[in-house]
């Protein structure tokens, strides 16, 4: 995996740059949401490499949202560091309900300048698509996604409100033309189309025709393409190929927070810089702790870790092994040992 020599590609035609209402996405590439992953620590690591033109929160419930504000002057967890943090930013909500998603979007853009107030579409979840009816259970519903779309709108306005929408809910029912056609027509400032099924989860592989598929069908409003992209290439690839208008990493940017910036090179026909060498990474993972351990604490911080530190070891020798070991990890000498073991 570790590349040491500088590489480049053809970046291709000179694009449009990515505009999401007012704001420039500058490079065209956007961090992915991730519930449990894309909080503040993550995304400060995310800026320090450089690359990515907007990063994302993990979703927010919009009602947790008002039950915890409804308390006092407190933000939910997963809101941290949301205030001090430099933007652009963007933060994702789900509901199915158009009066609490402007109230909270509101709040975002009015009071804490959020960039981007995105709405979450696509989460195939049990516990937000059948229980709570959002998520990708509103995929089957495009005039209800209109509905929603042109409330936060209005409540956000002159802040950008986009939607993060899959291919269809399922793969009876691919329609994510319409559905993106619905938050074009509601006032939309652009949609990531995720190229599977809500049904599919994080099984098989992303349709990028499916994706490409959508941008005929759009008057004005930009499309970010999502799914797999893994390395430099293939997200000049995506740009090139399938004429999307930005690029959405998620599980790869993980893996390597730096590839943002190896993309952003890519992107420019520049060189792309070569992968920190085992130990900046095993410095990176420990600096990602401390300030996971920071803001939870050792007990609370060790284990939220757990998973942070397997996925920076994905495709390295002793990955397995390593796995393991972390998986049972609760203390932070033990952490520590590991990682610098
Ligand atoms: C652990 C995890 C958490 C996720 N949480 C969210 C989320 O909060 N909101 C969202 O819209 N998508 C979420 N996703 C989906 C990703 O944003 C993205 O669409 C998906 O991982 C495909 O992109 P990738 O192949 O680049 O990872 C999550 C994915 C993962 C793996």
Not at 178 to 187: I, L
Request: glycine share 10%; proline share 7%.
């Amino acid at each position: 995996m570790l590349s040491t020599q500088p590489e480049t590609f053809d970046a291709g035609a000179s694009r449009e740059p990515l505009r999401i209402g007012p704001l420039v996405v500058d490079p065209p590439l956007l961090q992915a949401p991730m519930a449990g992953f894309s909080n503040h620590a993550y995304r400060q690591i995310v800026r320090r490499f450089g690359g990515a033109g907007l990063p994302t929160t993990e979703m927010v419930s919009a009602r947790g949202f008002l039950e915890i504000d409804a308390l006092g002057d407190t933000l939910p967890e997963r809101l941290w560091g949301v205030r001090e943090e430099p933007r652009p930013l963007a933060v994702q909500l789900w509901d199915n309900d158009p009066a609490i998603l402007a109230a909270v979007g509101a709040r975002l853009a009015h009071e804490l300048n959020v960039s981007v107030v995105d709405i979450n579409l696509g989460c195939p979840v049990k516990a937000v698509c059948q229980r709570a009816q959002s998520g990708s259970y509103l995929l089957r519903y495009p005039d209800r996604v209109g509905a929603i779309v042109e409330s936060v709108v209005a409540a956000c306005r002159p802040v950008p409100v986009t939607a993060k929408i899959r291919r269809g809910p399922g793969r009876q029912t691919i329609n994510a033309t319409d559905v993106a056609q619905a938050v074009e027509g509601a006032g939309g400032a652009a949609v990531t189309v995720h190229g599977r099924t809500a049904d599919q989860g994080l099984r098989g592989t992303a349709d990028w025709d499916q994706i490409a598929r959508v941008k005929l069908h759009l008057k004005r409003m930009p499309l970010i393409g999502n799914g797999d992209v893994q390395t430099a290439r293939a997200a000049v690839e995506a740009l090139s190929r399938w004429g999307v208008d930005g690029v959405m990493i998620g599980r790869a940017g993980l893996a390597r927070p730096w590839l943002f910036c190896q993309a952003r090179a890519a992107l420019a026909g520049e060189p792309i810089p070569a992968d920190p060498t085992l130990d900046q990474q095993r410095q990176l993972l420990l600096n990602h702790y401390r300030r996971i351990v920071e803001r939870f604490g050792p007990e609370k911080g060790t284990i939220l870790m757990r998973r942070f530190a397997c996925r920076y070891r994905q495709g390295q020798p002793g990955a397995r092994l390593f796995r393991t070991k972390v998986a049972r990890v609760s203390t932070p000498e033990e952490f520590i040992e590991i990682v610098e073991g």
